[in-house]
């Protein structure tokens, strides 16, 4: 990717898993961050990383994502900031984790203002009591 400069990318699928040889996360993450960059309107990640991370929040502010489909398995982690996807119409979240119970979502649905098509399967909220 780094090598094709800034020329536009309209589409990035990525299918990853961590198996016999560990993967690391934050060079996956820099792939993501360098074709938002890009003005990519479709994104695709199928990642079931077994290192304890968060996907980078950035995914959640882009002026240019219409489809968004995330299938994170057993992670990375989704921890909700800040979410501008002005242009995003259709969000697959499938087997996602979210930080937060019930906040992230929320704050992730409430940025999608064009959302025409969601699809929720397999959603959990990791929640950590430390009273």
Sequence with gaps: LALQGNSPVQKFSLK??????PVDPIRIF?????????GLSDLKLNMDLESDCLLPSKVFLSKTLVRLK???GFGPTIEVEDVSL???KTLYLVATHFEKHGVGLTKLL???HMLEDLVLNGISWFLWDLA
Excluded: A, H, M, T
Excluded at 16 to 21: H, N
Excluded at 30 to 38: A, F, K
């Design 16 to 21: 990853i898993q961590d198996g016999l040889y």
């Design 30 to 38: 820099r792939w993501i961050l360098n074709v938002l960059e890009r």
């Design 70 to 72: 995330l299938d994170l």
């Design 86 to 88: 002005p242009k995003l």
């Design 110 to 112: 409430s940025g999608c």
